[in-house]
């Protein structure tokens, strides 16, 4: 029983989360690839079906069947029901028992002239290729020939090319031409009479025929069945033929059943056997594949059953089917998951137009709810789905079972959950469809930027417990990545453990301050807003306020820079608006207290290194009890020049009906003035940098130039 098959029929729980592929214990050994041709089979060992005893007692009747006036079979089924392989199965018994069996493929010839005579040369070819009935296959040359008559002049071309010359054609037809067809026929019914077993011709995939060509092909039966001891084989869908010879009232199963002395339908397929044969061809498509993608167990059973089998309906598919996910899986590398993967491709497939409207249908498919659904929903989403699902036709259901299983966020769509945008995390860790970035690489076959942010991600998780690797591995990123990868982070949150806390926290604070604080839009708050929502998120996973405060302990003295563990105190603190309340309110202060002293004993190389001064400076001179210390501002232009760094800011304003952000620079002057306790100080600080230094950046200069000679910004203005 191969893995799919196993994980299918499993009786034991299903396992919590979703286990690699690659990581399935009791595989057999990694073998090369088997993907088997859209090809008939020919030979026992090949047949997956079980036809092959079936197909010996249909070769047994026709030998026992009387042929002396020629005799007509059919092997009936739909397309792709394995017509051809049961009748090459039967083929190699009756040609075990002395039977010559011959082919003739009508697909090659148009036109019942060029059928007719095409049809007397193929079967003589192929009977005088065969020992004992070279002399046979000469009557049958000669009997065509006299049929067809003049009109197989236009044809000369191949006999001139076996050595014949087209004057001796031209005679012998002419010759034929007054002796009569009667009298070839005459011949080859005495030499026929006398062979010791039947001959079998062979015509197959009669139905994929045009309309006319197909009654041409029953037309030549008709004129030639009543040859003794020839047996026609023919193959065909019963529908798609009846309907062909259909004409004027009527019915073409009743013209077919003139033609036809007996039709064997092909046994349906056991439902549980082309299960397996489905099983079997997924398992052999994926070998060999390095990566795969993560297969979930809880998913499979629901997704094959409502949605990849309702599509599969006989072995032709099954090939198809494992065809195209063994290109499809590979090219994507392990990057989207193995179930969603093998559903689409599925769609693809087997519904085309289902597929062609996916990447339209992408905002319907992912969008997830407003506020879990109470907020107004935009109608074009809805009426994405609705086309969708329309597009399938008489699969309907299909397409409602893979937004069921596959797609969450639509469900509300067609009268499900509703699922809000807290979910998405989870759908993109697990690469799964759901998240627009995953369906979007899957479709697009390109990893767009924030795909290769979480790429990263997801590197940089699996070494989110090792301090050293965890820190190498960022710093070697791209310094305008780091935000979008430290931002994916969170997407792990709920896979946070007590061995991720401390070494993620130190790195993710000591890079806090090196990281590009460019603003990308209006509702950005920036980078270090980034880092705490990461750090919050580690230490909030620990268990209780104990377990917090040891953690935040250990961080705290691996931390180089004042702010950034500012920032990790203030997330566990009880600051209004600001703390999460992770410690003690007992515990925040004393690690508050412990941190002004800090900033008060800390010297000018590591006070002119903060990019945030402003707000250590200010809050520790705010929250400053009145047993403490006062702070003094050292009399430093780098000291100086860092709080002027720090107190620059932008207001960031868009006008309605327009995507333009508008920024304006601003110096929390206030903030600066309390800091140095009058004005007058910062001004003289101020003229002190000037005089000590001219690498000022030009910018902020001439913005503290301006709030020195008394200008002010006014709430709204449009300076």
């Given at each position: 029983?191969?893995?799919?098959?196993?994980?299918?029929?499993?009786?034991?729980?299903?396992?919590?989360?979703?286990?690699?592929?690659?990581?399935?214990?009791?595989?057999?050994p990694r073998r090369q690839t088997t993907i088997a041709a859209d090809n008939p089979i020919t030979?026992?060992?090949?047949?997956?079906?079980?036809?092959?005893?079936?197909?010996?007692?249909?070769?047994?009747?026709?030998?026992?069947?009387?042929?002396?006036?020629?005799?007509?079979?059919?092997?009936?089924?739909?397309?792709?029901?394995?017509?051809?392989?049961?009748?090459?199965?039967?083929?190699?018994?009756?040609?075990?028992?002395?039977?010559?069996?011959?082919?003739?493929?009508?697909?090659?010839?148009?036109?019942?002239?060029?059928?007719?005579?095409?049809?007397?040369?193929?079967?003589?070819?192929?009977?005088?290729?065969?020992?004992?009935?070279?002399?046979?296959?000469?009557?049958i040359e000669e009997y065509g020939e006299a049929f067809s008559g003049l009109g197989w002049l236009?044809?000369?071309?191949?006999?001139?090319?076996?050595?014949?010359?087209?004057?001796?054609?031209?005679?012998?037809?002419?010759?034929?031409?007054?002796?009569?067809?009667?009298?070839?026929?005459?011949?080859?019914?005495?030499?026929?009479?006398?062979?010791?077993?039947?001959?079998?011709?062979?015509?197959?995939?009669?139905?994929?025929?045009?309309?006319?060509?197909?009654?041409?092909?029953?037309?030549?039966?008709?004129?030639?069945?009543?040859?003794?001891?020839?047996?026609?084989?023919?193959?065909?869908?019963?529908?798609?033929?009846?309907?062909?010879?259909?004409?004027?009232?009527?019915?073409?199963?009743?013209?077919?059943?003139?033609?036809?002395?007996?039709?064997?339908?092909?046994?349906?397929?056991?439902?549980?056997?082309?299960?397996?044969?489905?099983?079997?061809?997924?398992?052999?498509?994926?070998?060999?594949?390095?990566?795969?993608?993560?297969?979930?167990?809880?998913?499979?059973?629901?997704?094959?059953?409502?949605?990849?089998?309702?599509?599969?309906?006989?072995?032709?598919?099954?090939?198809?089917?494992?065809?195209?996910?063994?290109?499809?899986?590979?090219?994507?590398?392990?990057?989207?998951?193995?179930?969603?993967?093998?559903?689409?491709?599925?769609?693809?497939?087997?519904?085309?137009?289902?597929?062609?409207?996916?990447?339209?249908?992408?905002?319907?498919?992912?969008?997830?709810?407003?506020?879990?659904?109470?907020?107004?929903?935009?109608?074009?989403?809805?009426?994405?789905?609705?086309?969708?699902?329309?597009?399938?036709?008489?699969?309907?259901?299909?397409?409602?079972?893979?937004?069921?299983?596959?797609?969450?966020?639509?469900?509300?769509?067609?009268?499900?959950?509703?699922?809000?945008?807290?979910?998405?995390?989870?759908?993109?860790?697990?690469?799964?469809?759901?998240?627009?970035?995953?369906?979007?690489?899957?479709?697009?076959?390109?990893?767009?930027?924030?795909?290769?942010?979480?790429?990263?991600?997801?590197?940089?998780?699996?070494?989110?417990?090792?301090?050293?690797?965890?820190?190498?591995?960022?710093?070697?990123?791209?310094?305008?990545?780091?935000?979008?990868?430290?931002?994916?982070?969170?997407?792990?949150?709920?896979?946070?453990?007590?061995?991720?806390?401390?070494?993620?926290?130190?790195?993710?604070?000591?890079?806090?301050?090196?990281?590009?604080?460019?603003?990308?839009?209006?509702?950005?708050?920036?980078?270090?807003?980034?880092?705490?929502?990461?750090?919050?998120?580690?230490?909030?996973?620990?268990?209780?306020?104990?377990?917090?405060?040891?953690?935040?302990?250990?961080?705290?003295?691996?931390?180089?820079?004042?702010?950034?563990?500012?920032?990790?105190?203030?997330?566990?603190?009880?600051?209004?608006?600001?703390?999460?309340?992770?410690?003690?309110?007992?515990?925040?202060?004393?690690?508050?207290?412990?941190?002004?002293?800090?900033?008060?004993?800390?010297?000018?190389?590591?006070?002119?290194?903060?990019?945030?001064?402003?707000?250590?400076?200010?809050?520790?001179?705010?929250?400053?009890?009145?047993?403490?210390?006062?702070?003094?501002?050292?009399?430093?232009?780098?000291?100086?020049?860092a709080l002027l760094k720090s107190a620059k800011s932008e207001v960031k304003s868009q006008a309605?009906?327009?995507?333009?952000?508008?920024?304006?620079?601003?110096?929390?002057?206030?903030?600066?003035?309390?800091?140095?306790?009058?004005?007058?100080?910062?001004?003289?600080?101020?003229?002190?940098?000037?005089?000590?230094?001219?690498?000022?950046?030009?910018?902020?200069?001439?913005?503290?130039?301006?709030?020195?000679?008394?200008?002010?910004?006014?709430?709204?203005?449009?300076?």
């Open positions: 029983m191969n893995w799919f098959k196993q994980i299918f029929y499993c009786k034991h729980s299903p396992p919590e989360r979703p286990t690699p592929l690659t990581k399935v214990e009791n595989r057999e030979s026992e060992s090949d047949d997956a079906l079980n036809r092959t005893a079936i197909a010996h007692s249909f070769a047994d009747q026709i030998q026992a069947i009387d042929a002396r006036n020629g005799l007509v079979v059919g092997v009936l089924g739909p397309w792709g029901s394995g017509k051809t392989s049961f009748i090459n199965l039967a083929r190699r018994n009756l040609e075990d028992d002395g039977i010559a069996v011959l082919d003739f493929n009508p697909w090659m010839f148009s036109g019942a002239d060029q059928l007719v005579q095409a049809f007397f040369v193929e079967v003589t070819a192929q009977l005088k290729l065969r020992p004992g009935f070279a002399e046979i296959g000469g009557l236009p044809f000369v071309g191949p006999w001139i090319e076996r050595g014949h010359k087209a004057t001796g054609i031209l005679a012998k037809l002419l010759q034929s031409k007054k002796e009569g067809a009667g009298g070839r026929r005459a011949k080859v019914t005495r030499a026929l009479t006398d062979i010791p077993a039947p001959i079998v011709v062979v015509l197959d995939d009669i139905d994929r025929l045009t309309t006319p060509e197909i009654r041409d092909v029953f037309k030549l039966v008709r004129l030639t069945a009543n040859f003794p001891n020839i047996v026609y084989l023919l193959a065909f869908d019963r529908v798609r033929v009846e309907q062909a010879l259909g004409e004027q009232g009527i019915p073409g199963r009743d013209y077919l059943e003139k033609i036809l002395q007996i039709g064997v339908d092909l046994p349906a397929v056991p439902f549980d056997v082309l299960n397996s044969q489905i099983f079997t061809g997924i398992d052999g498509a994926l070998v060999g594949i390095e990566k795969p993608g993560d297969f979930d167990s809880n998913v499979w059973p629901d997704v094959f059953m409502e949605i990849i089998r309702p599509l599969i309906r006989n072995m032709r598919d099954v090939r198809r089917f494992a065809a195209a996910i063994h290109g499809a899986v590979r090219d994507l590398g392990g990057q989207v998951a193995l179930v969603d993967a093998l559903a689409l491709e599925a769609i693809r497939v087997f519904l085309p137009d289902v597929f062609a409207r996916l990447h339209s249908s992408m905002a319907g498919l992912t969008t997830t709810s407003s506020d879990f659904g109470r907020g107004r929903e935009p109608e074009h989403l809805k009426e994405q789905i609705d086309v969708l699902i329309e597009s399938a036709g008489n699969h309907q259901q299909v397409v409602r079972s893979l937004i069921e299983h596959l797609f969450p966020a639509a469900q509300r769509h067609i009268g499900g959950s509703h699922y809000g945008g807290d979910w998405r995390n989870g759908w993109l860790v697990n690469r799964r469809i759901a998240h627009e970035d995953i369906l979007r690489l899957y479709l697009e076959r390109v990893v767009g930027e924030r795909l290769q942010a979480f790429s990263s991600a997801e590197i940089a998780w699996s070494k989110l417990a090792d301090k050293g690797a965890f820190s190498e591995f960022l710093g070697d990123l791209p310094v305008e990545q780091l935000r979008e990868v430290i931002s994916m982070l969170e997407a792990y949150e709920e896979k946070y453990t007590l061995e991720h806390v401390v070494p993620g926290s130190v790195v993710l604070l000591n890079l806090q301050p090196t990281i590009p604080d460019v603003q990308r839009g209006i509702f950005d708050f920036g980078a270090r807003m980034t880092v705490t929502r990461v750090v919050y998120r580690l230490v909030r996973s620990l268990d209780g306020p104990a377990a917090v405060e040891a953690a935040v302990r250990e961080i705290l003295p691996q931390v180089s820079l004042l702010s950034p563990k500012l920032d990790l105190i203030t997330i566990v603190g009880h600051r209004d608006g600001a703390g999460h309340k992770l410690v003690t309110e007992e515990a925040a202060k004393v690690l508050e207290r412990e941190w002004r002293a800090e900033v008060r004993d800390a010297d000018q190389a590591l006070l002119s290194q903060e990019v945030d001064l402003i707000r250590v400076l200010g809050l520790a001179i705010d929250d400053a009890n009145e047993d403490e210390p006062t702070i003094s501002v050292p009399d430093l232009p780098e000291i100086t020049l309605m009906g327009s995507r333009a952000v508008v920024r304006k620079p601003r110096l929390h002057w206030e903030g600066l003035v309390k800091i140095y306790g009058d004005e007058g100080t910062l001004r003289q600080r101020i003229d002190a940098l000037k005089a000590a230094t001219t690498e000022v950046d030009r910018v902020l200069v001439e913005l503290v130039d301006k709030y020195l000679s008394g200008w002010r910004p006014k709430e709204f203005d449009d300076d």
